[in-house]
């Protein structure tokens, strides 16, 4: 089936610092999101993205949908405290009303005050 | 504003035990899915229902069954649980194909 690529693994960084993670793909997606995982927590949506070459923000999150449709991006600007948490990259294909997700296995982000 | 709710959010199991997962949402949705994260794993998507009356297998199907009762719950059941079960099961609801997906809160499942 279907793979997401994300990466790295984790991070551990300065708060204050820039944040970037990615997710690639084996196939084509036409929809790709990023959720974030607080602990204990289900995912929360970030970002959507729709169109190949979309660029959207939200608030410090900034999310990319590649132009070949096989990758997306996420930046953090300024990290603090908050951000800590699982971020997950999620590609769909959806056809009629159907629509499933395939997720990453997420980008654990620990930020030191 | 409830969105998805989950229940039990915590839960023990002997093997060979079963136990049935209930998931209930409030946004009138058409679409819910169960998934399953496992440490490293990421979510995996175990069973899906387009819409109510419908269900359909999705990566891990073995060793659970699924329930659309109504537009509004689909629940989970494991008739008779094996350790490889221990896991943290979320339940989502979409309004359609394209949408992103809201989550519960989960419920973690040991299975002993």
């Not at chain 1, 660029?55 to 900034?62: A, H, I, Q």
């Not at chain 1, 056809?95 to 499933?100: A, E, K, R």
């Not at chain 2, 329930?67 to 609801?93: D, G, H, I, M």
């Amino acid at each position: 089936g279907q793979q997401l690529n994300q990466s790295p693994q984790s991070m551990f960084i300065q708060e204050g610092e820039d944040v970037s993670m990615n997710c690639t793909s084996s196939s084509i997606f036409n929809t790709w999101l990023w959720y974030k995982q607080d602990p204990g927590e289900g995912p929360v949506l970030l970002i959507a993205l729709y169109k190949a070459g979309e660029l959207t923000s939200n608030g410090r999150l900034t999310a990319q949908f590649g132009i070949t449709r096989k990758d997306s991006f996420l930046n953090i600007s300024a990290s603090i405290p908050s951000d800590v948490g699982i971020y997950f990259c999620a590609g769909m294909n959806y056809g009629g009303s159907q629509g499933n997700l395939i997720f990453g296995k997420g980008t654990k982000l620990s930020v030191k005050p | 504003n409830a969105g998805v709710t989950q229940t039990p959010k915590f839960q023990v199991l002997k093997t060979g035990q079963s136990m049935t997962l209930q998931c209930a949402q409030d946004m009138n949705h058409n679409s819910m899915y169960w998934y399953r994260q496992d440490p490293g794993m990421g979510l995996r998507l175990i069973y899906y229902s387009a819409s109510e009356g419908t269900t359909d297998k999705g990566e891990v199907p073995n060793g659970y069954n699924v329930s659309r009762l109504n537009k509004r719950e689909f629940s989970l059941r494991l008739e008779s649980a094996a350790p490889s079960q221990t896991s943290v099961y979320f339940c989502a609801s979409s309004a359609r194909g394209g949408d992103g997906y809201t989550f519960g809160s989960g419920t973690r499942l040991t299975v002993v």
